[in-house]
């Protein structure tokens, strides 16, 4: 019995996501549908997302200051900068935009740069630079390129102290293309809805 108004910022957008989905539409719009959002409603909201696009082959338009769940929902999307669209793409595409993966490897003793002719040979490394202790490996595919650097050093009995990989995201595309990163209302401290002149990542 109690008035929709009374109730809490997360109850109102699970509400909102309940009365879109009542008729069962072809085409869903859902405009920052987890903004306010624990980590934990959201984490639920993502999998109802993707459970109506994979299983009920609906399509869903939604815009988001989350450029991770852009990422993480999107099997197209559309940087918005002003009002306009700035790039658009799937989410690996335009984060090829911005560089290659990259593996940072930090040598526990000796001269980094004697470890260079290793790396070298392995398959997929593109370009290597020494910092000091480190090597910065670009591939262009980190996740298949990390174990093979890790086995050539061990088998050289190179000691590793630390090893990472990093690969471009969508916050990276955004700042390449707009000179500055997304400002989301949780960042301000208010929960008001983003004006016209707000950055926005759109996955569609």
């Not at 490996?137 to 190179?158: F, K, N, Q, R």
Request: glycine letters at 8%.
């Amino acid at each position: 019995d109690r008035p929709i108004a009374t109730y809490s910022g997360g109850m109102r957008r699970r509400l909102d996501l309940a009365a879109a989905l009542v008729h069962n539409p072809d085409i869903l719009f859902l405009d920052e549908p987890t903004t306010g959002l624990d980590p934990v409603s959201r984490a639920s909201v993502w999998a109802e997302v993707r459970r109506l696009n994979r299983e009920l082959g609906m399509t869903i338009f939604l815009t988001t200051q989350y450029l991770e769940e852009a990422d993480e929902l999107a099997d197209r999307v559309g940087i918005i900068d002003k009002g306009r669209i700035v790039a658009e793409g799937t989410p690996a595409e335009l984060k090829r935009t911005v560089g290659t993966d990259v593996i940072v490897v930090r040598i526990d003793a000796g001269d980094a740069a004697g470890v260079c002719p290793i790396v070298e040979k392995v398959p997929g490394v593109q370009s290597i630079e020494v910092r000091g202790p480190e090597l910065v490996i670009a591939t262009d595919s980190g996740t298949a390129t990390v174990s093979p650097v890790a086995v050539a050093l061990a088998g050289c009995e190179v000691e590793v102290r630390e090893l990472t990989l990093r690969t471009p995201t969508l916050d990276d595309v955004f700042l390449d293309l707009t000179g500055t990163r997304i400002e989301r209302d949780d960042d301000r401290g208010d929960s008001s809805d983003a004006g016209p002149d707000d950055h926005e990542g759109v996955p569609t």
